[in-house]
């Protein structure tokens, strides 16, 4: 297995991380263990070394095969809108790097990861066991799917963009559960949080956000 530097130096140092943390706190991140996971996580393992100067910029990051790293903003938002209540089973749509993921495991009990882009599910699976985070399923296959065998969780956040939520995540969302999600086309999409009721589905619309889109499918693409 490869190794990682998780301390970091200079840019990646945990002084660095933690003059982010108090960005995120201005800009109105409130969640202490949210932010507490954003000083400790090593975002610089999850981008290319050739940016890794940049991991700690409120950014996000090219990580290869149109595909960014979000910015830390957007994940500590994304996760405190998730994590409100205690959520044990939770779905992530888009593992992509494998940041969001490594958040996302110390916020539940149990994460399920779903990547379409087959080469990314690789560097992904080898910094989260670099981290030693145990309770992370990963899968190869097409997000708008979502995991139905796995079914139902308490949480499913979606780290793309669909044009509208697809049925079968609201299909997989238990009574009680919350979807946290972009929607939207090209440059006009909203972040949205879906509360499943016994009434039914509760949309609430947050900020303006901007991300790769949602695509249906796989791709099996090589490094």
Not at 30 to 54: G, W
Not at 167 to 185: C, I, M, N, S, T
Request: one cysteine or more; glycine letters at 8%; aromatic letters at 6%.
């Amino acid at each position: 297995m490869k190794k990682f530097d998780l301390k970091g130096i200079g840019m990646t140092s945990q002084r660095t991380r933690d003059r982010l943390v108090a960005r995120l706190r201005e800009q109105g991140i409130e969640d202490e263990t949210v932010l507490s996971l954003i000083a400790s996580v090593p975002r610089h393992i999850f981008v290319d070394e050739a940016l890794a100067h940049r991991a700690y910029e409120d950014t996000a990051l090219p990580i290869g095969h149109s595909q960014t790293i979000s910015q830390p903003f957007i994940v500590a938002l994304m996760s405190q809108l998730l994590t409100q209540q205690p959520r044990d089973r939770v779905l992530e749509v888009g593992t992509g790097s494998g940041y969001q993921t490594a958040i996302l495991a110390q916020l539940c009990k149990q994460l399920y990861t779903i990547e379409r882009v087959e080469a990314l599910l690789p560097r992904a699976r080898e910094r989260l066991e670099a981290m030693h985070l145990k309770n992370i399923l990963l899968r190869y296959g097409d997000g708008y799917a979502g995991w139905s065998i796995k079914a139902p969780f308490d949480g499913i956040l979606v780290t793309a963009a669909p044009p509208d939520i697809p049925e079968a995540l609201l299909e997989q969302l238990a009574p009680g559960g919350r979807l946290v999600a972009p929607v939207g086309d090209g440059q006009t999409q909203t972040l949205v949080t879906i509360d499943r009721t016994e009434e039914g589905f509760i949309e609430t619309r947050h900020e303006r956000v901007h991300f790769v889109p949602l695509v249906t499918g796989t791709a099996r693409i090589r490094d």
